[in-house]
């Protein structure tokens, strides 16, 4: 087994096939994205000639993974895309693009007839969709895709084209080898904000025929006895009062008919009463959870994703004591938070340069979980 909460200067595919099987709690890692950036190391990932050749790497990490994850793990995956541009590429460079990619074996598509180099200029100005060939390889290849999470980011670095909206997004998957896996949902709870609170009333008012009274209860139309701001009645025909017709089929037989009591992932039931939790709301995996910006680092690397972006996948993918894998660790934000919320934590990175500043910011938060 490799040293816990260092991180480990080397080849992430050489490293990974030292540790055993089912070691490892969860993995939390951003690869370099294709063709976007030259971190200045000799076989770093990301400069593959064609972006299938990138996707192939990504895969052969992907099957090591499966084998050193416990059997109720967690794997997290931020990707970026990129687009096209091969447009003036010619010679060994363009031919070698078409003979790994197949392209070249293919008759030319009457789409691109007419756009200049023929094939050569198949992908040229389009984006690649690398994250979802990504995603559905891993499905194919047996992992289960529980979400592709979209990470929102308000501010984004600028764009300077005019023929298509600036790019403000990029994916989290996350991932797991096994239908039951450890996630924690009660330690990412968020509050429910007063706007949506208002908003599961006024599906009350809509499905149910009732009106808000002058009190500040509701009024209903004979199904519903009158309530407050926020606990309501649940119909005597045993219907949920949110979500869509087929959902609230499906999730009928929690309500009504006196049942018992429990509590379904939006609130808390007791008989036929309905209240929304106490303890917060599903996050989701849009806006609510991923509306995160972007950060600076001073740690001379360029790509460093914000600690806020981590949290969530760290508390509710690892149990605590857990070790968590970075493959492609940079200057360990994941390590350094990682150990912060009282995980282990193994980092692989392939720079000489960003193990000796990880190595760096890894001992501040070692040393802080020793004295507390």
Same mark, same amino acid.
């Given at each position: ?73 967690? @794997?997290?995956?931020? #990707? &970026?895309?990129?687009? +096209?541009?091969?447009? *003036?590429?010619?010679?060994? =460079?363009?031919? /070698? ?106 599906? @009350?008012?809509?499905? #149910? &025929?009732?009106?808000? +009274?002058?009190?500040? *209860?509701?009024?209903?139309? =004979?199904?519903? /006895? ?115 919320? +009282? ?30």
């Amino acid at each position: 087994m490799l040293e816990l909460n260092k991180v480990h200067h080397g080849d992430c595919m050489e490293l990974i096939r030292q540790l055993p099987d089912k070691s490892v709690n969860s993995v939390i890692t951003s690869p370099p994205y294709w063709q976007l950036r030259d971190y200045g190391w000799n076989g770093q990932w990301g400069l593959e000639p064609t972006f299938l050749a990138y996707l192939e790497h990504l895969w052969e990490l992907m099957d090591e993974t499966h084998r050193i994850l416990t059997d109720d793990g967690t @794997v997290w995956v931020n #990707l &970026g895309d990129t687009y +096209g541009s091969f447009r *003036g590429k010619s010679g060994s =460079g363009s031919d /070698k693009f078409e003979r790994e990619s197949g392209l070249g074996k293919r008759e030319t598509p009457k789409h691109t007839v007419d756009r200049p180099n023929g094939m050569r200029a198949l992908y040229d100005k389009c984006l690649l969709l690398i994250p979802h060939r990504f995603a559905i390889g891993c499905i194919d290849r047996g992992w289960i895709m529980r979400n592709d999470i979209i990470w929102a980011k308000r501010n984004g670095m600028p764009e300077s084209v005019t023929d298509r909206f600036s790019k403000k997004h990029e994916y989290f998957f996350l991932m797991a080898k096994n239908e039951k896996y450890y996630f924690d949902l009660d330690s990412i709870r968020e509050n429910y904000k007063e706007s949506s609170i208002n908003r599961l009333m006024q599906n @009350v008012d809509m499905q #149910l &025929g009732s009106s808000r +009274g002058n009190d500040g *209860g509701y009024k209903t139309n =004979g199904n519903m /006895k009158a309530c407050g701001n926020i606990t309501t009645k649940i119909p005597a025909d045993g219907s949920e009062l949110f979500g869509s017709p087929r959902a609230r089929q499906h999730r009928a037989p929690k309500f009504g008919g006196n049942k018992g009591s429990g509590q379904d992932h939006d609130g808390v039931y007791s008989g036929n009463e309905w209240t929304p939790r106490s303890d917060g709301k599903n996050p989701g995996d849009v806006s609510d959870f991923w509306d995160i910006p972007t950060k600076g680092s001073a740690d001379k690397h360029y790509a460093a994703y914000n600690t806020k972006l981590i949290d969530k996948p760290i508390m509710a993918g690892c149990p605590k004591g857990g070790i968590i894998l970075d493959p492609f660790c940079g200057t360990a934000t994941t390590g350094c938070r990682a150990i912060d919320l +009282g995980r282990k934590f193994i980092g692989f990175e392939g720079s000489a340069e960003y193990v000796k500043i990880a190595e760096k910011k890894l001992e501040h938060y070692i040393i802080s979980q020793q004295l507390f």
